[in-house]
């Protein structure tokens, strides 16, 4: 892997003029159209930041995993005999393996080829057990029988049924792994074994205990694969294995795969042994520490990229906590996390899942577009066009590529409303629209409507395009240029080389590219539209309307490639708030309390720590300041804050820290209002804040020490 040596000049100009016709317009508000005029001369970029999928054993199909998330009680229901009739969310909770199996030629239609199961294990109720028990059990996340598939979800037959037929469409199988926590009740395995019962996790289970559950856990990862042939296991809340045992696991997968073969698109393959593990609501340094471990200790080899999908919707929409409006650069920086990575890792993008809420309903919860408004539907497609343009694994989650929402979820306070099941982590688990099945059994067919038809059309179109180009699924990133609207990468793999563009705002946005900027000699040709874009006396002028992507095929590239040029400035600034030996006052300052950098950095704990290395002292005058030596480049997420949170500042206006520059600082109350910074190399750096006679503001700059 290759890092970003240097931030590169780039000539841009912003001429913002009135224009009729512009097209996206919110639902909350009226936005005046324009054109943004974006001149390009040279690339910001032209090295590596984006881990390339290329590892061995069978790592290109891993890289060019296009997966599909089924959270099968809310699935189809196929199968009168089958069915929880209970469970988290708004669904039926009534979707059975029949009911997958029925949707195999949807899902492939889509430009799947992999399909991502939710527990299908036995969860077997205890005596005297509530609802909110029963509930569990329909998730499948808290299991007992590990060796059984669950009578409500169907049959051994059907899961091997399911599992063939989707082998013989080209798909692959994987299973969700819950090898961290169980309900207590847990029948033994074939071989005898059993896991204890450690530390209660509330009334739903019991945490595993390692090393002596390994063995266990192990026989049923083997198990499966063996019996089935089954390609891998997306491993539930991996945080709670130790990466030794990780490891050891990692190792049953493989022989197992190695040891099982079946016909694939009419050829004679092993499983996969594809794992991907779920480590949420940390940064990527703690997803390197808790999943893939170091480059000379590898353990896991792929995890969903949590940290890339928040800056994705906070960039196209919003998050979880209302945080958005993030410019185009946001994307730029989120990809940069991955230095914090091995050179084994390969991320695993998604937009949500069965514990998040759908892009739709944050696009409603920003107030940003209703389904009844056409930037609803533009921005579905900029957001999933970003996700095609990604290297390494990607997966969607069922509904996504119909821009499924939850009618009236927006209105609701971000709590839990009794059994209206409109709660933030379970929402997204709602009733299943498939094209052509009826969603319950007896119940009518589906049918979309002219909007979700053209989003499934744009989404399919999408899945081949990536297919047919290993550039975007497993391609070098070159990043060219991002402002507050426009985003530009050049992706290459071998002789496949790709332009992508996506347009963040509510703008037309007129864009002059010169040949030199992205390393090309000829002609630009579209890959979704019937389009030539010809080099003219140097140049290249490209148009994109609000919230849309281009992907161009680069049919002539330089051998120089992208141009490079200088960062004008570097990572030094100048002034009070760059000086790294500032003499120290006694006491607090005018905060009267101690501050420290709390944030996701390696070693950090999350945002709970509150290092020494990392807390404030006061330079007078209302300056405070810490040095801190960054052992290697890195990304992460920060705020300024005391130990008991009660005062908290960040870049203003949720904006992201530019090394070496002054900028405005603003109290940043809440998850998602903390600041992103890209530390791009090694070295000593000093953080400095300077607050204003309010106390509620004022300003801050990281700048690197000489």
């Known amino acids: 892997m290759m890092l970003r040596k240097t931030l590169l000049a780039l ?7 009135a224009c009729a016709g512009g097209s996206g317009q919110s639902a909350s508000e009226a936005k005046q159209s324009a054109i943004l005029d974006v001149k390009v001369e040279q690339a910001k970029s032209a090295s590596d930041n984006h881990l390339v999928c290329n590892q061995p054993d069978s790592a290109e199909a891993a890289c060019n995993l296009r997966m599909y998330q089924v959270m099968v009680e809310s699935f189809v229901d196929a199968d009168s005999t089958a069915g929880f009739g209970t469970g988290y969310g708004t669904s039926h909770h009534n979707g059975d393996i029949a009911g997958v199996t ?6 492939k239609s889509l430009g799947i080829n992999t399909i991502w199961l939710t527990p299908i294990f036995e969860s077997i109720a205890r005596d005297g057990q509530d609802q909110w028990a029963d509930r569990l059990d329909a998730t499948g996340y808290f299991s007992s029988d590990y060796f059984k598939i669950d009578p409500k979800f169907g049959t051994l037959e059907q899961a091997k ?5 989707a082998h013989a469409k080209g798909m692959y199988v994987i299973f969700d792994g819950v090898f961290g926590h169980h309900k207590g009740n847990v029948v033994a395995s074939p071989e005898g074994r059993l896991p204890t019962t450690g530390k209660a ?3 739903a289970g019991f945490h595993a205990k390692f090393p002596e559950d390994t063995e266990f856990y192990k026989e049923v990862a083997a198990y499966w694969v063996n019996e089935l042939k089954i390609d891998g296991w997306r491993l539930d809340q991996a945080y709670q294995l130790p990466l030794e045992q990780w490891n050891e696991i990692s190792k049953v997968v493989k022989t197992a795969s190695a040891a099982q073969t079946y016909t694939f698109n009419g050829e004679t393959v092993n499983p996969l042994g594809y794992m991907v593990a779920e480590i949420w609501r940390t940064g990527a340094n703690d997803i390197a520490a ?6 000379k200790a590898p353990a896991l080899p792929s995890a969903f990229d949590f940290p890339v999908r928040y800056s994705v919707v906070q960039t196209f ?3 979880e906590n209302s945080g958005g409006n993030r410019p185009a650069t946001h994307l730029d920086e989120a990809l940069f996390s991955h230095v914090s990575y091995p050179s084994h890792a390969m991320p695993n993008l ?10 739709g309903d944050l696009l409603q919860r920003g107030n940003i577009a209703d389904p009844e408004d056409a930037e609803y539907w533009e921005r579905h497609k900029a957001a999933l066009s970003f996700m095609a343009a990604y290297s390494g694994p990607i997966t969607l989650y069922y509904g996504e590529e119909i821009g499924a929402q939850v009618d009236d979820f927006a209105a609701k306070i971000q709590k839990c409303s009794g059994d209206s099941g409109m709660c933030d982590d379970h929402v997204a688990r709602s009733n299943v629209k498939i094209e052509g099945i009826a969603t319950t059994v007896g119940g009518e067919i589906g049918v979309l409507n002219a909007q979700e038809s053209d989003l499934k059309q744009y989404v399919s179109s999408l899945m081949a395009m990536r297919n047919a180009h290993p550039a975007l699924y497993n391609g070098s990133r070159t990043h060219i240029h991002s402002d507050d609207a426009i985003y530009i990468d050049r992706k290459d793999a071998t002789d496949d080389h790709i332009l992508y563009l996506v347009n963040t705002k509510a703008k037309e946005a007129k864009i002059t590219l010169t040949a030199e900027a992205i390393g090309s000699n000829g002609a630009l040709n579209n890959l979704l539209a019937e389009q030539t874009v010809n080099l003219v006396n140097g140049q290249y002028e490209l148009t994109l309307a609000p919230f849309t992507a281009a992907f161009y095929e680069i049919a002539s590239p330089s051998k120089e490639g992208p141009s490079i040029a200088a960062k004008a400035g570097g990572l030094t600034g100048a002034g009070v708030l760059a000086k790294c030996n500032a003499p120290t006052y ?5 905060l009267g309390k101690n501050i420290w950098i709390r944030g996701t950095y390696k070693g950090g704990d999350g945002f709970n720590a509150i290092p020494s290395s990392r807390k404030f002292k006061y330079k007078g005058k209302g300056v405070y300041q810490v040095v801190v030596k960054e052992k290697q480049a890195s990304a992460f997420s920060f705020k300024f804050a005391a130990g008991d949170w009660s005062s908290e500042f960040a870049v203003a206006k949720s904006g992201s820290v530019i090394i070496g520059q002054e900028q405005a600082m603003m109290t940043a109350s809440g998850m998602g209002t903390e600041s992103p910074i890209t530390i791009p190399e090694a070295g000593t750096y000093v953080y400095s804040f300077k607050v204003d006679k309010t106390l509620k503001g004022g300003t801050m700059m990281v700048s690197k020490c000489e």
């Not at 000539?11 to 003029?17: D, G, H, M, R």
């Not at 049924?161 to 037929?165: G, R, Y």
């Not at 998604?350 to 892009?359: P, S, T």
Request: aromatic fraction near 6%; charge should be negative; charged fraction near 20%.
């Open 201 to 203: 996790q509330g009334n």
């Open 11 to 17: 000539s841009v100009s912003a001429l913002l003029t």
């Open 102 to 107: 029925a949707s195999l030629d949807y899902i």
């Open 161 to 165: 049924e399911l599992v063939e037929q």
């Open 290 to 295: 808790q999943g893939y471990g170091s480059e």
């Open 586 to 590: 006694k006491g607090k300052g005018p």
């Open 350 to 359: 998604m937009l949500g899942n069965h514990d998040l809420v759908r892009f």
């Open 317 to 319: 929409a919003v998050d």
